[in-house]
């Protein structure tokens, strides 16, 4: 009877054994399916984000390129409001004109010698 009680516990023994390795291959299959999963995932989700960053650099380019051209635009409209406004002034005063760009002359003169 004792070696029928041994034989029933190393039986039960082999046969636990046997389903222990059974699940740990099953869980070791499962876990490749998930972990190669999770790198088409990230392979994914990373060529997302760099459509998503491209999308917004060449947002932040033409932004930038149109804030750049109405600068221009602005800059170039103000210097031509202001050389109107120069000919207008030495039309009707040229005297004063002549007398403004003589002494602007002289001063621009006088800072670069003294470099």
Avoid: C
Avoid at 43 to 55: P, V
Avoid at 84 to 110: I, K, Q, T, Y
């Amino acid at each position: 009877m004792a070696e029928q009680n041994v034989s029933d516990i190393k039986k039960k023994a082999s046969e636990t054994k046997d389903k222990a390795a059974e699940h740990a291959r099953a869980a070791g299959s499962d876990l490749s399916d998930d972990l190669a999963v999770l790198k088409r995932q990230i392979e994914e989700l990373s060529a997302s984000l760099a459509e998503i960053a491209k999308d917004r650099a060449e947002a932040g380019r033409k932004q930038a390129a149109a804030a750049a051209r109405d600068g221009y635009d602005k800059a170039a409209d103000t210097a031509g409001a202001a050389y109107a406004e120069a000919e207008r002034f030495a039309a009707r005063r040229p005297a004063e004109a002549l007398g403004l760009a003589a002494g602007f002359g002289l001063l621009v003169g006088l800072l670069l010698t003294r470099r």
